[in-house]
């Protein structure tokens, strides 16, 4: 055999692997998306038919209505899940990540609509500002795109747009798992023939607290049970389907044909009209495989979808349609009324449990959505717990969740039946829908750079489709529907109020920063005595020096021999590479060591700040160091304060200082490390006693990892720069100190009334949230806070 060919054999044996693997983990991602992406929308069979034939329509005796619903179901499902969500949706995707969020942040980042004030120009260098291969310098700007940034109140009318889809997703998510569990427990009615119904609503609450306790203790433990339960419940909603067709009216399939809607309006005329939203609820939970999509990939989605989930739903809605058409006053109870005795008990089960697992993945949705809201500068301050899940990249608020727990126990005691619920829900999942119709048009013609035409068809097409329901829907508005308004409404305020006041307080910060030149200016004169340590100021400035800092020196004219900047951002992608992340630069001539430290995350980036960052910032200081002195102008990009680096991308990152480990000891007393220059502490004999006499009392300081910095012990071009790294060191040891600004905001006294009410109610939310040191994890035991009064 010839080596060609032994190499042509080996090139088609590693092919045929790499497609196993392929296969292996599209099978894994499919299987486990059936798990946390489509629970909601495989419920709906419980209750789409009980609202469609609701209040006047409940006693319709005419199979025409009955084939004319399933016509209904059956195309909205194919319209509006299949073609437009399946298809057009999936591909309209950030970064892999899907959800109003993020067809926000895909307009911000090929348009100037972010209204987030601290943009730079370093920021669309990230390697995932945009597609690879993709850039749209040369193609000239649409008249659209061009409207939108030159008036601001359109980005303004854009952002509330967004955030009340946003704010519906909070409804669902206290709606869903009401309506889920309701539905799923009235099957009771039937069996144990409960008579009291007050009773249903009593089990149900029941069983929302222990969901929602459920989600507060963590589901990892029980996560891998998902998938299996909803695969059995679409099993088993799909055999009952086929069952109930075969057995009771197998003309059904007749009612693919859209006559039969026609049919339809023409027997029920205004009341099918008004009933018209409870066919809309056949696709709720749809916008879950879009939103949910970072977790997965386009494809696994897809198939899920289509080959699984899809078929499965159309033959249940038309077996319970042919099992209605032969038992027309089973409408209320169509669902348990069309199982089989024999089968009623455990798919009563399955319901429950299906109903759980669905709640959960929604819940956890919701904490998405608010998480990326905040991120955005759009709601207050929160915790949230990135505990470990089956599902990496979860999130759990505590707050949040109680929140949706109240208000899920209220609908459930207050409405006590699915109908009322459901308008609640629909026109939630509905405004969802629209908000997100509107947001992809925009895609197609802004992102996708397609003609305006084709955006218009496409918003037309799907938004006349919505609009249709939403019509329906007006009508439901005093009988529950003004539930998720009111709610919304309330959501929004709290909001929009955030991230007024959020950027007031930001550009009266950018009014009052101090210039570095003017520090310079003063000289000797400012009389500053450097300590050791270093000191982290925190702020949102990206560039120039904050007034909490000139208010600190005013008051107390000391300070760190190592200041180090620290501006945590929001930049509007989904996430940032490690190695980009974070932008060193320096402040001033270097004999003041002052340096700036951006630390850019994406709008799913989970900011962790343990003792590693301090590691890291040292480290990276150290890179930018060298490569200053080095002249390495390609890795160092022009700023206000200076030149700026992302120093991890130099392939020397991490060489330049020698590290060790040591747990519960001081620094400076363990032994030298061969090759490595000594570094004296600073710190004086009666500080280092304190500090072991404060650490004696706090065990968890003592036992904590530590990292000892070394510089190596080689030839420096400059003596300098050895110098400045021995300082780094040195001033590393002595420890750490973080800074934070703690604000008070006012409006001013000649301010409107609505601005007073925005500025005190911002004020108000401020102290009643998270501060900023436990949002950004500062150790308690090292941080100083400086007062700061904001009038704007």
């Given at each position: ?7 042509r054999q080996?090139?088609s ?5 790499e ?31 009980q609202s469609?034939?609701?209040g ?6 005419n199979?025409d209505?009955?084939f ?5 179901i059956f195309?909205t499902l194919?319209l ?11 591909s309209?995707?950030d ?11 895909h307009l ?12 730079q120009?370093?920021?669309?260098e990230?390697?995932?500002?945009r ?8 193609i ?13 109140n ?6 509330i747009?967004v955030l ?7 409804c669902v ?11 799923s ?5 039937i069996?144990a023939?409960?008579?009291n119904?007050?009773?249903v609503?009593l089990?149900?609450?029941?069983l929302l607290?222990?969901l929602f306790v459920?989600q ?7 996560a ?9 419940w ?11 067709v ?24 205004k ?11 056949c696709?709720?939970g ?5 939103t ?5 990939k ?7 979808f ?5 078929p ?8 319970q ?9 089973a409408?209320?109870?169509s ?5 089989p ?5 455990p798919v ?7 109903a ?7 819940i956890?949705?919701t ?17 949230a ?25 209220a609908?459930?005691?207050?409405f ?10 629909g026109i939630s999942?509905?405004?969802?829908a ?11 013609n ?7 035409v084709?955006?218009m ?6 938004g ?5 329901f939403l ?11 003004w ?15 955030w ?27 400012l009389?500053?005595?450097r ?31 190592v200041v ?8 509007p992608?989904?996430?940032?590479p ?7 630069g320096r402040?001033g ?6 340096y ?8 799913k980036?989970?900011y962790s ?6 590691n ?25 304060d ?5 120093v991890r991308?130099?392939?020397k ?21 061969p090759g490595a220059l000594t ?15 404060y ?5 968890e300081?003592?036992?904590?990892r530590?990292?000892?910095?070394e510089?190596?012990?080689?030839i ?15 001033a590393?040891?002595?420890?750490a100190?973080?800074?934070?600004g703690?604000?008070h905001?006012?409006?001013k006294?000649?301010?409107?009334f609505v601005?007073k ?28 806070k400086?007062g ?5």
């Open positions: 055999m010839s080596s060609s060919d032994g190499n080996r090139g044996s590693s092919t045929t692997v497609r196993k693997s392929q296969c292996k983990t599209l099978f894994f991602l499919t299987y486990q998306s059936l798990g946390f992406l489509f629970g909601d929308i495989s419920l709906s069979p419980l209750y789409v038919y469609i034939f609701s006047r329509l409940k006693h319709v005796q199979e209505a009955i004319g619903s399933f016509s209904l195309w194919s509006i899940s299949l073609l437009k969500y399946a298809v057009f949706m999936l309209a995707d970064n892999g990540e899907g959800g109003t969020v993020a067809l926000y942040s911000c980042r090929n348009a100037k609509f972010c209204l987030l004030p601290n943009h120009a370093s920021d669309e990230l390697s995932t500002y597609k690879p291969g993709y850039s749209n310098r040369n000239p700007p649409s008249s659209l795109k061009r409207f939108i940034e030159k008036h601001k359109t980005k303004i009318v854009l952002l747009f009340l889809g946003a704010c519906m997703i909070i998510g206290a709606l869903m798992p009401a309506i889920s569990v309701l539905s427990v009235e099957g009771l009615k069996e023939k409960i008579k119904n007050s009773m609503p089990i149900s609450c029941v607290v222990g459920l507060h203790r963590g589901s990892h433990t029980v891998f049970m998902f998938p299996p339960i909803i695969i059995l679409l099993l088993s909603i799909f055999m009952i389907g086929i069952y109930n075969i057995k009771w009216n197998p003309r059904i399939y007749q009612a693919f044909s859209p006559y039969y809607i026609y049919k339809f309006f023409c027997v029920t005329g009341d099918g009209w008004i009933n018209l939203g409870g066919v809309f609820l696709v709720t749809t916008e879950a495989m879009f949910d999509l970072g977790y997965y386009q494809v696994p989605v897809r198939v899920a289509s080959c699984v989930v899809y499965c739903l159309i033959l249940q809605y038309m077996g349609a042919a099992f209605l058409s032969k038992n027309l006053s409408v209320p109870i669902f348990y009324a069309s199982i005795d024999v089968l009623f008990w009563f089960v399955g319901a429950s449990l299906a759980i697992v669905a709640s959960q993945a929604v956890s949705s904490f998405s959505i608010v998480q990326q809201c905040h991120a955005f500068e759009c709601f207050p301050r929160i915790k717990v990135h505990s470990r899940r089956w599902l990496n990249g979860q999130i759990f608020i505590p707050e949040l969740n109680w929140v949706l727990m109240i208000i899920s126990l609908v459930t005691v207050g006590g039946d699915t109908s009322h619920i459901g308008y609640a829900y999942c509905l405004i969802v629209f908000v997100t119709t509107w947001l992809t048009s925009l895609v197609i802004l992102v996708w750079h397609q003609s305006l084709v955006s068809a496409f918003l037309l097409f799907f006349s489709i919505e609009a249709l019509s329906s829907y007006c009508m439901k508005i005093p009988k529950g529907g539930v998720p308004i009111v709610l919304s409404v309330a959501f929004m305020v709290v909001m929009y109020v991230h007024y006041g959020s950027k007031k307080k930001y550009f009266f910060d950018m009014h009052n920063k101090a210039s570095m030149r003017e520090i310079l200016t003063l000289g000797p004169s009389g500053i005595v300590v050791p340590g270093m000191g982290l100021i925190y702020t949102e400035l990206a560039t120039g020096v904050p007034a909490s800092f000139t208010h600190f020196l005013t008051n107390l004219p000391a300070f760190y021999q180090v900047f620290v501006c945590v951002k929001t930049v992608v989904p996430s940032v490690h190695a980009e992340r974070y932008l060193i402040i001539p270097k004999s003041y060591r002052l700036r430290c951006i630390v850019r995350n994406g709008y980036d989970a700040h343990e003792i590693d960052f301090e890291e910032l040292v480290m990276s200081i150290a890179e930018f160091i060298q490569l200053e002195a080095e002249g390495c102008s390609g890795n160092l990009d022009g700023s206000a200076g030149r700026m680096a992302v991308t130099s392939g990152f991490g060489t330049r200082l020698r590290m060790s480990e040591s747990y519960g000891v001081e620094e400076g007393d363990s032994s030298n490390i570094v004296a502490s600073s710190k004086s004999p009666t500080l280092k006693k304190l500090q072991a006499t650490e004696q009392e706090l065990p300081l003592n036992t904590r530590r990292i000892r910095f510089v190596l012990n080689t420096y071009r400059d003596p300098r720069v050895k110098e400045e790294l021995m300082e780094l060191v040195e590393k040891r002595a420890g100190a973080y800074v934070i703690h604000s905001v006012k409006a006294w000649n301010s409107s601005k009410f925005a500025v005190n109610l911002y004020s108000f939310l401020r102290k009643n949230c998270r501060s900023p040191s436990v949002g950004l994890n500062i150790p308690q035991t090292c941080l100083i400086v700061m009064n904001y009038h704007v």
